[in-house]
Structures are given as C-alpha cells and as structure tokens.
Nanobody, 116 residues
Framework: QVQLVESGGGLAPIGGSLTLSCSTS????????LGWYRQIPGRARELVAR???????TMADSVKGRFTLSRDNTKNTIYLQMKDLKPEDSGVYFC??????????WGQGTQVTVSS
C-alpha cells in the first residue's frame, strides 16, 4: 500500500527548473521529518534534502543553493523546488521519512531527466 505519492517530475533542460510534490496522510506527515531521496541506476538511494516538522530544511551539498524544500502542513505535502538543474540531478526521486526511511512507505517515485 503506497503511503506517499510523488509527482512533478519530467524532462528539463540543463539550467531549467522543476518542482516536485509529495503528499501523504496526516498520521505520517504530522510532526515527521520528511525527505527526498534520489536513485540513479546502479546506485543506492541518496538523501538529497529533508525537512523537519518545524520547517527546518537540510540540503545535500550537491544541491545546496539550487534546491529548496518546503512543506505545507494544511495539505500534508512537501515540495522540492529544483533550479539550475544539472545532468547529475537526473534520477528517480522518492519521498519518505528521513533520515531513516520506512521501507513500507516507498512509492513509485517521480522521474527527473535533465538533458541538453
């Protein structure tokens, strides 16, 4: 049973922008630290950004200054604004509890492809 639903991925040019959304139920969202994980074929999922229940966000060095993470507590949704996209940002993006994801919460993810 999918607990978190990701959306917003797509094809973007180098230097372009995308905004990802992740929605979930109140019992998972409320007060939880949620994060975005990126998976590239052949590599383990890596945590690229996380946000606490009190809206404190931490970004991986690779995306710092380009990605912004926010949450809307009225919609049980977190958003990842991605700017100045680079080819290495490509991958499937998942959201889950952070920094220790719950394996039962993995959804389908959303594909981000950055290409010239």
């Amino acid at each position: 049973q999918v607990q978190l639903v990701e959306s917003g991925g797509g094809l973007a040019p180098i230097g372009g922008s995308l905004t990802l959304s992740c929605s979930t139920s109140t019992n998972i969202f409320k007060g939880s630290t949620l994060g975005w994980y990126r998976q590239i074929p052949g590599r383990a999922r890596e945590l690229v950004a996380r946000i606490t229940g009190s809206n404190s966000a931490t970004m991986a060095d690779s995306v710092k200054g380009r990605f912004t993470l926010s949450r809307d507590n009225t919609k049980n949704t977190i958003y990842l604004q991605m700017k100045d996209l680079k080819p290495e940002d490509s991958g499937v993006y998942f959201c889950n509890i952070a920094p220790l994801p719950n394996p039962l919460y993995w959804g389908q993810g959303t594909q981000v492809t950055v290409s010239s």
